[in-house]
C-alpha cells in the first residue's frame, strides 16, 4: 500500500506541473509528460520488487507464457496471435522479461496519455483519474490493456466517422486480446441519431432486464461467441466474477451518467461531448453486469476508461464553486473506494 501511494502521490505532482506547462512552454511541458509516464512504466515494470503481493494475479502467468514463447510454438489462430508475435519480436531483441513489461507499460502508458492530451479538457484531473481509477489493474489483465490501448487510438477514428481505421484498429486489438471485438458494435450505438437520454433508457433497460434474466442472455452470449470462434464459452460458462466482483464500476458509472444527462437536459454537451456521453453511460450498463460474471469485466474495461474524459466534462460544467466542491467530495470519495478495493 505504501508503494502504491507514493506512486500516486508522485503521479498527482507531475500530473499538475503538465497541466500548468501545458499551455506556457511545450518542451517542458514534454519533459515532465516524459517524466510522467517513466515513472509509471517503471512502476508496472519492477511491480514484484516494488508492491510484493500486489503485483498482480497474472503476473507469474504471464512470466511463464514469455519464457515458453518462441517461433516453433506460434500457432496461426486470430486468438493471441498479436501478443505471441509481440513477445518472439522483442525476445529477438531481449530475452528478458522484465525488459518485455517495460515495453508494454510503455506504449500502455504513452496510448493512455496521448488519449487523455487529444480528448479531455482537464489534463491534471484525466491523469489522476487514470491512475486512481485504472491503472493498478492493469497488473491483472495484461494483455486486455495493451488492446484497450489500441482501441483508444482507434477512438478518434470513432468519433470523426471513419469506420474501416476503426475496424482495423479493432481487430489489431483482438489479436491482443478478443475482447476487443465487442467494441465494433460502439460504432453504431455512438453515430446513430437517438438523442442522448433514448440511448441512456434503452441501455438501462437492456442491462436490468440481462440482469434479471442472467441465465438465459448470458447463455445466449456464450452461443454467440462460440459460433464467433472468441472461445469465451468454456472459459466463462462456470466462471464467476474474480477480483473485480463488487459495484463500484456501476457506482461511478451511474454517477457519471446522471451528470451528464442533467448536462444534456440543460443543453451544455456539445455534439462530440455527447459521443462521449454515450459512452460513458454505455459502462454504466455494462458494469451492472459485472458482478453476475468476469466476462463483463472484460468487456467493462473499454468503456470504464471513459470517466477519465467524462468526469472532467462534468467538473468544467459546474459555474459556481459550491457544486464543483460538492463533485469532488464525491469524486475523491468514489477513487477512495475504488484505491482500496
Not at 515532465?32 to 512502476?43: D, F, V
Not at 483508444?152 to 477514428?157: G, I, K, P, Q
Not at 437520454?197 to 461467441?225: E, N
Request: glycine share 4%; aromatic share 18%.
Amino acid at each position: 500500500m505504501i508503494g502504491k501511494f507514493c506512486i500516486t502521490m508522485c503521479t498527482i505532482c507531475l500530473s499538475a506541473a503538465w497541466k500548468q506547462k501545458r499551455e506556457k512552454s511545450r518542451s517542458a511541458s514534454y519533459f515532465i509528460i516524459s517524466i510522467l509516464i517513466l515513472l509509471l512504466t517503471l512502476s508496472f515494470t519492477f511491480r514484484e520488487y516494488i508492491y510484493h503481493d500486489g503485483m498482480g494475479a497474472d503476473y507469474r502467468a504471464y512470466e511463464e507464457w514469455f519464457r515458453a514463447m518462441n517461433f516453433s510454438r506460434l500457432g496461426f489462430r486470430f486468438s493471441n496471435i498479436g501478443f505471441d508475435v509481440f513477445i518472439v519480436i522483442l525476445k529477438l531483441f531481449c530475452n528478458n522479461f522484465h525488459f518485455f513489461l517495460f515495453v508494454c507499460g510503455l506504449f500502455i502508458n504513452i496510448s493512455i496519455y496521448h488519449f487523455i492530451d487529444k480528448h479531455s479538457n482537464d489534463v491534471f484531473f484525466s491523469s489522476v483519474l487514470y491512475v486512481c481509477f485504472i491503472y493498478f489493474s492493469s497488473f491483472n489483465i495484461l494483455r486486455q490493456w495493451i488492446a484497450c490501448a489500441i482501441y483508444l487510438l482507434a477512438f478518434e477514428y470513432l468519433i470523426e466517422k471513419k469506420p474501416l481505421k476503426y475496424t482495423l484498429f479493432l481487430l489489431l486489438a483482438a489479436t491482443f486480446h478478443n475482447s476487443a471485438i465487442f467494441m465494433l458494435i460502439l460504432y453504431p450505438i455512438i453515430n446513430c441519431r437517438l438523442s442522448l437520454p433514448k440511448k441512456a433508457f434503452i441501455t438501462t433497460a437492456v442491462s436490468l432486464f440481462s440482469y434479471i434474466s442472467f441465465d438465459a442472455v448470458f447463455h445466449l452470449i456464450m452461443a454467440i461467441t462460440e459460433k464467433l470462434g472468441l472461445e469465451y464459452a468454456q472459459k466463462y460458462r462456470n466462471a464467476g466474477n474474480l477480483d473485480l466482483g463488487n459495484y463500484t464500476p456501476f457506482l461511478i458509472t451511474l454517477f457519471i451518467s446522471i451528470c451528464l444527462l442533467y448536462m444534456h437536459y440543460n443543453h451544455m454537451l456539445d455534439k462530440k461531448q455527447q459521443k462521449y456521453a454515450t459512452w460513458g453511460i454505455l459502462a454504466m450498463g455494462c458494469s451492472l453486469l459485472c458482478p453476475q460474471n468476469i466476462v463483463f469485466n472484460r468487456i467493462n474495461v473499454y468503456l470504464f476508461v471513459s470517466c477519465i474524459i467524462t468526469f472532467p466534462i462534468i467538473l468544467k460544467a459546474f459555474a459556481d464553486s459550491k457544486s464543483k466542491y460538492i463533485f469532488k467530495i464525491v469524486m475523491g470519495s468514489l477513487a477512495l473506494i475504488s484505491f482500496l478495493s
